[in-house]
């Protein structure tokens, strides 16, 4: 995960140094996550039906792949946008086959009981490294350049390949693949989805928070280049900041032993100052102020997500675990890249700070909305 970090943050700022445009960034962004959206249900319907260490071994090899590729097009000194966009496209792909089998592989590594710590414990690995990768990348891009950083990138696939390898588990009985239809497996899926409203509701608020929230990762060069006047390090140092608070959110979501309603009585307040960070980062023109925004912002989606993951997970049917996780991957990576896209086209229109702004308020919006309805309801009771 520090290769894939150090890779992302070293892949916005080569698509920023070519094409110096805020709408670039949101295209390689839309390139990567749309795929994945649109990938997804396969990759939860593959992770119901094959072997998931097997699955997972697949997608590490064909990441490497696609890191040397990145490389080699990049020390051709040919390296084009659309070359950057093709490859993210299959980034993609290899995401939603990545994501939704780890996170139903969970389970069978530590069972129902010991989920919430492991995926709590999980988030900290992801955000850990996603405050280490961005840092080593600024610190890297100058001396050796952006194409040893794609190689460094896939060469880390390596150690997951052995750790996959070393792994001692209980055989694991896949379901077989059904004689109907492939679609009309996943479409069952959605109407069992439908049938289990909390799952629902889950889902749409992971939806809402990926689309007006994760776009501000995207503008972050911006910010780094015309508003805080810095370079490569000092996008390291936000992006860097966003990870510290992650794991943090991450250490006290572990830290707790709530129940998932309890949890989930919190999302209003946690909304509400996921808003006020939004705010702060687009009101910001100084540094420190910019990575305590990028703090707060990691810190409190993370009290959110891994809310989201353990109750959906504690409560699905064992033989929709991978089709219903394959839903919520969806949520965020089918929001992400839309969200991205729009993040970028306003802020050539406007100003990168304006669309933050904007973003801030509606959470601010959304979050006093809900406290309030809820305060009416439990009233009302």
């Known amino acids: ?15 920023y140094r070519l094409s110096h445009s805020a709408t670039w960034l949101g295209i390689i962004a839309f390139s990567t996550q749309l795929p994945a959206f649109l990938a997804s249900p396969m990759a939860g319907l593959v ?25 080699a097009l990049f020390f051709s000194g040919k390296i084009a946008l659309w070359h950057i ?3 993210s496209i299959v980034l993609g792909i290899i995401n939603a086959f990545e994501m939704t089998t780890r996170h139903a592989f969970a389970v069978d590594l530590v069972g129902k009981t010991d989920l919430p710590s492991a995926l709590a414990f999980n988030s900290v690995t992801i955000n850990g490294s996603r405050m280490v990768g961005p840092a080593i990348a600024g610190l890297l891009i100058a ?14 696939y390596l150690a997951v390949i052995l750790g996959l390898l070393l792994m001692k588990l209980e055989k694991r009985v ?14 069952d899926a ?40 810095g370079d490569a390090l000092t996008l390291g140092w936000l992006t860097g900041t966003s990870g510290l608070g992650a794991i943090c959110g991450a250490f006290e979501f572990a830290s707790r032993s709530e129940s998932p309603e309890a949890m989930e009585r919190k999302f209003p307040i946690r909304l509400i100052l996921v808003g006020l960070s939004l705010a702060t980062l687009g009101a910001s023109s100084q540094l420190w102020l910019s990575l305590l925004a990028t703090f707060g912002i990691g810190f409190f989606m993370m009290a959110i997500f891994p809310s989201i993951n353990t109750t ?64 009416c309801n439990y009233r009302g009771k």
């Open 85 to 87: 966009a093709a490859l």
């Open 190 to 229: 959605f109407q069992y989805t439908r049938q289990v409203p909390r799952i629902a509701r889950l889902i749409l608020l992971s939806a809402f928070i990926s689309f007006f929230g994760a776009p501000y990762v995207v503008l972050l060069p911006v910010f780094a280049k015309e508003a805080l006047q």
């Open 312 to 375: 959906i997970q504690q409560i699905v049917d064992d033989s929709y675990r991978g089709r219903v996780v394959s839903l919520y991957t969806m949520s965020f990576l089918g929001t992400m890249p839309l969200g991205g896209l729009l993040a970028g086209w306003l802020a050539d229109r406007t100003s990168a700070l304006a669309v933050e702004l904007s973003f801030g308020a509606i959470f601010l919006i959304v979050g006093i909305t809900l406290h309030l309805t809820r305060n």
């Open 174 to 187: 896949a379901l077989p693949f059904l004689a109907t239809n492939p679609f009309s497996q996943i479409w």
């Open 143 to 156: 001396p050796i350049g952006e194409g040893w950083c794609f190689v460094l990138n896939g060469l880390s």
């Open 47 to 71: 992770a119901d039906r094959k072997d998931r260490r097997t699955v997972l071994l697949w997608v590490e090899i064909i990441a490497i792949i696609q890191a040397f590729m990145l490389a």
């Open 1 to 15: 995960m520090i290769g894939t970090w150090m890779q992302s943050t070293v892949l916005s700022w080569l698509v």
